[in-house]
C-alpha cells in the first residue's frame, strides 16, 4: 500500500499504478478500497472520463510517519549488530 501512495504522489491512473507498485488488478483494487476508506487517496475523474488516483495529505502523513519508523529500525538494528 505504501507504494501505491507513493506512485500516486504526482496522481496516476489504474494501469500506471500496477506497473509502478509491482501489482496485478485484482489486488490493487482491493488496496484502492481500504486506501479511499481511509482518506489516503482521492479519486478524480477527468474530462475524458478516465479515473486518476492523487495521494492525499493524509496519505503523506502516513507516508512520512512510515518513513520515520523505518529510520528507527534501521537504527535500532545497527546498534544491535543485528543482519537481516
Known amino acids: 500500500m505504501r507504494d501505491v501512495l507513493e506512485v500516486c504522489l504526482r496522481g496516476a491512473n489504474k ?3 500496477v506497473y509502478y507498485a ?14 479511499l476508506g481511509l482518506g489516503f ?11 486518476f488516483y492523487r495521494t492525499t495529505p493524509a496519505g503523506v502523513h502516513f507516508l512520512e510517519s512510515y518513513s520515520s519508523i523505518e529510520r528507527i529500525g534501521e537504527k535500532d ?3 544491535r549488530g543485528v543482519r537481516v
Open 15 to 17: 494501469t500506471r499504478i
Open 77 to 79: 538494528r545497527g546498534k
Open 22 to 35: 509491482n501489482l496485478n488488478f485484482p489486488r490493487l483494487k482491493r488496496y484502492l478500497r481500504v486506501l
Open 41 to 51: 487517496l482521492a479519486e478524480e475523474i477527468r474530462a475524458n472520463g478516465g479515473v
